[in-house]
């Protein structure tokens, strides 16, 4: 369990992360979203000690970082793939990892397994394709067996085969009943990862909450109406407050309202139904919609929606 009270970081006059409280729980995966520049990195750095926070306080499993006895064996983190001395072989990096940190020796050949890279274990770190530099760095976070695990980024530069293991990696190390917090920018893979978000933007919490919560909260979450009865359906759905669209004459497209409402809702208005259907947003679009106006670097954002007729 991550815990989060508060937890302020200014550099100057500007702050990065602002007033930040939530709890990461142990079991789940929890996605760490925000646009560029949001604070998440500088979040987990203060989770990790290597930031102070200006205020409020980061604590794993009740305690902070600097106060963890053995901290490679509670919290495993991957940062910064690129933080490995260049002229160290993968098996060298671990093993004085492992060293520095009361861990057995023979750990290392078991997480270099798992993370693939046994054959390439005495090749120089500097050799390696941005991939397998985030495998060895997963592979430092694995280390120490812990319960807590924060991967920043998890996926850059890996093919679409090591985007899956990295999905099923995590939600097996969630499912063994550990604590593990990802921050991505891939929304699709997090729909596919992540059990629970927690959403900043400009250092500000923004959501947290269930992954499906979160979709539901779109406004292109919607249910979707085909009746040859559509106009007089309209306005009974209207009179009972839910925002309706009619893209076409027997279609509409309904947000506010559960299906149930909507399905008890035609049945007293009497009007036959030729579907009756959910159609969610994308977690993309969700986001869009919650980060809208805590862009730092705001280019032009493509239209996500396609232009229908509101009623
Ligand atoms: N050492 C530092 N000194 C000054 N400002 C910093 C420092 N580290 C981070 N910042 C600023 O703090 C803010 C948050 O940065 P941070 O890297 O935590 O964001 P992020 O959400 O991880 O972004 P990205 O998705 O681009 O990695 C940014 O405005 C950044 O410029």
């Not at 306080?57 to 009740?62: D, H, K, Q, Y």
């Not at 499906?212 to 407050?241: F, K, M, N, Y």
Request: proline residues 4%; contains cysteine.
């Amino acid at each position: 369990m991550i815990e989060l009270r508060g937890l302020t970081k200014r550099y100057g006059d500007r702050v990065a992360v602002d007033d930040l409280t939530c709890g990461i729980e142990a079991g789940r995966v929890t996605g760490f979203l925000g646009p560029n520049g949001a604070g998440k990195s500088t979040t987990m750095r203060m989770i990790l000690g290597l930031d102070r926070p200006t205020a409020g306080s980061a604590l794993v499993g009740g305690r902070r970082y600097q106060d963890l006895r053995h901290p490679l064996r509670e919290v495993g983190a991957l940062l910064d793939a690129r933080a490995v001395h260049p002229a160290r072989s993968a098996r060298a990096h671990l093993l004085s990892m492992a060293r520095s940190n009361g861990i057995a020796a023979s750990r290392v050949d078991e997480v270099l397994e798992t993370v693939g890279l046994t054959g390439a274990a005495g090749r120089r770190a500097g050799s390696f394709s941005l991939g397998m530099g985030q495998r060895l760095g997963i592979a430092g976070a694995l280390l120490g067996d812990p319960g807590v695990l924060m991967f920043d980024e998890p996926v850059n530069g890996l093919d679409p085969d090591g985007v899956r293991w990295v999905r099923e990696l995590v939600r097996s190390l969630a499912a063994e009943g550990r604590t593990v917090f990802v921050s991505s920018h891939l929304m699709s893979e997090m729909q596919l990862t992540a059990d629970r978000l927690v959403v900043i933007g400009k250092g500000r919490l923004i959501a947290d909450a269930p992954l499906q919560e979160v979709i539901a909260g779109s406004s292109l979450t919607a249910v979707r109406v085909r009746s040859p009865h559509a106009a007089d359906l309209c306005e009974w759905l209207v009179s009972a407050g839910l925002d309706v669209r009619r893209p076409a004459e027997n279609e509409l497209i309904v947000t506010g309202g559960t299906i149930e409402r909507v399905g008890d809702i035609a049945h007293q208005a009497g009007a036959r139904l030729h579907e009756l259907s959910p159609r969610e947003a994308s977690l993309e679009q969700a986001y869009q919609e919650l980060t809208a106006s805590s862009r730092e670097y705001d280019a032009s954002v493509p239209v996500l929606t396609t232009p229908e007729t509101r009623v």
